[in-house]
């Protein structure tokens, strides 16, 4: 990784889910996941308030590493999962460039994104989600 200056999903979730701690069930692994997420992203938000309400510089550095942590338990509860987190990008990006066309944000297309998300058509977009709805 160290001579890599781009890294694709697939190869991060594979390098990065290493030294697991054992689970004794699915449940204990997806809530120790989320919870860590949650914390993860408690860490940032840290930061975060830290320069704008205590008036501390903006470390971006340490943001960035938080993040890192972020994406490593995210990675994590997408495994417990068998969740492949390329897909959950390529989802993402298919539902924010259907709600929001333009690139423009849009208060109207916002509010109605439940109903715009309904209506996505596109071929790679529904074999990737009905590869997870026949899990179900």
Same mark, same amino acid.
């Given at each position: 990784?160290?001579?890599? @200056? ?10 990065? *889910? ?9 449940? !204990? ?9 949650? !914390?993860? +992203?408690?860490? +940032?938000?840290?930061? #975060?308030?830290?320069?704008? *309400? ?5 470390? &971006?550095?340490? &943001? ?17 999962? !068998? #969740? ?21 944000? @849009?208060?109207?297309? @916002? &509010? ?19 590869? *997870?709805?026949?899990?179900?």
């Amino acid at each position: 990784y160290r001579e890599r @200056s781009f890294m694709d999903f697939k190869t991060y979730q594979k390098e990065s *889910y290493t030294a697991i701690q054992p689970h004794a069930d699915q449940k !204990e692994e997806i809530m120790h996941w989320m919870i860590g997420l949650s !914390e993860e +992203v408690g860490e +940032v938000a840290k930061h #975060i308030k830290h320069h704008y *309400y205590g008036r501390e510089p903006l470390d &971006i550095e340490a &943001i960035a590493k938080e993040l890192g942590d972020v994406l490593w338990h995210l990675n994590a509860l997408a495994a417990a999962f !068998e #969740i492949d987190l390329e897909d959950v990008a390529v989802l993402n990006l298919f539902k924010t460039k259907n709600r929001y066309p333009t690139g423009e944000f @849009s208060f109207e297309r @916002s &509010i109605e994104r439940h109903k715009i998300d309904k209506e996505l058509s596109d071929p790679t977009y529904e074999q990737i989600t009905d590869k *997870y709805k026949r899990r179900m």
